[in-house]
């Protein structure tokens, strides 16, 4: 099926470990994005890239690196893992109507 | 800096009755607005969206209202089904500008829809 895979889906992690969170489209869309959710603070932007070959930093990009491999691809990369890093993850990429389009989601508990 | 907001954490409605649902901006560049339903343990999916140019857009059940002099979008549901039950986003952008898409989300409002 078309859309936003995102891998892995649950993750747990001690203090200081460091980890990747993949995503990949096939819908052939230029821009991605890497939200946050947390409790009572709705999505938050970390990073995005406009196009294939650029990123930028969002919200709240401390502690997050990203990368964006080819068209398909952007992963988010925590160096250094902390409990405030403690969250739900999505990937999104844009429809050219302007609405983005969600992955299902990686939960990732830092201990 | 909240830019969006959304100041009911949640919301309770009979089923048939109208679902409303409030959201609040403050940047007055945004020209772009999203609703977002989102079940437990699965990704936003987008609902509905209107542009500045407009006040009203309606697809189905589903009613934008927006009042920019007020800053002020709502979501009306109509009539609402227990399947509606979910967390709803508010979002917005400055479609116009460089924002690239990006979008700022409110905190969200979890709707209950009683049988």
């Known amino acids: 099926n078309a859309g936003v895979t995102q891998t892995p889906k649950f993750q747990v992690l001690k203090t200081g470990q460091s980890m990747t969170l993949q995503c990949a489209q096939d819908?052939?869309?230029?821009?991605m994005y890497w939200y946050r959710q947390d409790p009572g603070m709705g999505l938050r932007l970390i990073y995005y890239s406009a196009s294939e070959g650029t990123t930028d930093k969002g919200e709240v990009p401390n502690g997050y690196n990203v990368s964006r491999l080819n068209k398909r691809e952007f992963s988010l990369r925590l160096e250094s893992a902390a409990p405030s890093q403690t969250s739900v993850y999505f990937c999104a990429s844009r429809l050219v109507s302007g609405e983005l389009f969600f992955g299902e989601g990686s939960r990732l508990t830092v201990l | 800096d909240q830019q969006v907001k959304q100041n009911s954490p949640s919301l309770s409605v009979q089923e048939g009755r109208i679902s409303i649902l409030n959201c609040d901006y403050t940047n007055s560049m945004f020209d772009y607005f999203l609703w977002y339903k989102k079940y437990p343990a699965e990704g936003p999916t987008f609902l509905i969206s209107?542009?500045?140019?407009?006040d009203k857009n309606e697809d189905g059940r589903f009613t934008v209202f927006l009042n920019k002099s007020a800053k002020h979008l709502s979501l009306h549901i109509v009539p609402s089904q227990p399947g509606d039950s979910a967390v709803y986003f508010c979002a917005a952008s400055d479609a116009g500008g460089t924002s690239y898409g990006k979008l700022t989300f409110g905190q969200g409002t979890i709707l209950t829809v009683h049988p």
């Open positions: 819908m052939n869309h230029n821009s």
């Open positions: 209107i542009s500045s140019i407009k």
